[in-house]
């Protein structure tokens, strides 16, 4: 079986929704069978990285609310990923390109270590305030998940692996993929955003028993 993820690594409700799928193929009979690729999707192409400015006041600003407003949606989110388990501190958070950390994703793809790079690259934005922007923080997290150090340097400074981020945009914006995380379970289940480990439990089932 096979399950394609598009996300973005500065999307909260992406690392919320890759926990809660894990907790789902957990209790999943065929587990061991299932093949998980990650796409590129990202939800601000051309988000400038902003070392001086907060969440809270990018996402008021955005959306034309107030600060308050913005901290409060934000103190919801963490909630939500606590309860399964994730700590989310955006006080300490940075704003952030993320095409940089895409490219390094491709290339753990190309490297079979793309769940590592994927996880690390989370934990890195929302919970230890790293920019993922800093091509020093994404080879720290490159060796970290297995990656070759210079391997990562190398793609780094050069433009390896655009095309490839290039190509999972386009086929997101294809099938009608609007808004991450989205899963397609054997091209022919498609989940939109962070729903219930039964939900995706559910659909892992109905998946197998129709492929067989």
Request: charged share 25%; net charge negative; with cysteine.
């Amino acid at each position: 079986m096979k399950v394609d993820i598009w996300s973005d690594v500065r999307c909260p409700f992406c690392y919320i929704g890759k926990r809660k799928f894990e907790m789902a193929l957990a209790q999943f009979e065929h587990k061991d069978q299932v093949e998980i690729e990650w796409h590129s999707f990202e939800l601000d192409p051309n988000a400038e990285t902003l070392l001086d400015k907060s969440p809270y006041d990018y996402l008021a600003e955005r959306y034309g609310k107030s600060r308050e407003w913005a901290i409060g949606t934000h103190e919801q989110v963490a909630q939500t990923a606590a309860e399964v388990g994730l700590t989310f501190n955006f006080d300490q958070s940075i704003m952030a390109n993320s095409f940089d950390a895409h490219r390094l994703i491709q290339l753990a793809k190309a490297n079979g270590v793309s769940d590592q790079v994927e996880e690390n690259l989370f934990k890195a934005h929302f919970t230890d305030g790293k920019n993922i922007a800093d091509h020093g923080v994404l080879i720290e997290i490159a060796k970290a998940s297995g990656l070759n150090v210079l391997e990562t340097e190398v793609m780094l400074k050069s433009n390896d692996f655009t095309d490839e981020v290039r190509y999972d945009e386009k086929t997101a914006q294809n099938i009608g993929i609007s808004g991450v995380p989205f899963f397609v379970i054997n091209q022919k289940f498609g989940i939109s955003g962070a729903q219930s480990p039964e939900t995706f439990l559910g659909a892992l089932i109905k998946a197998e028993e129709e492929k067989e």
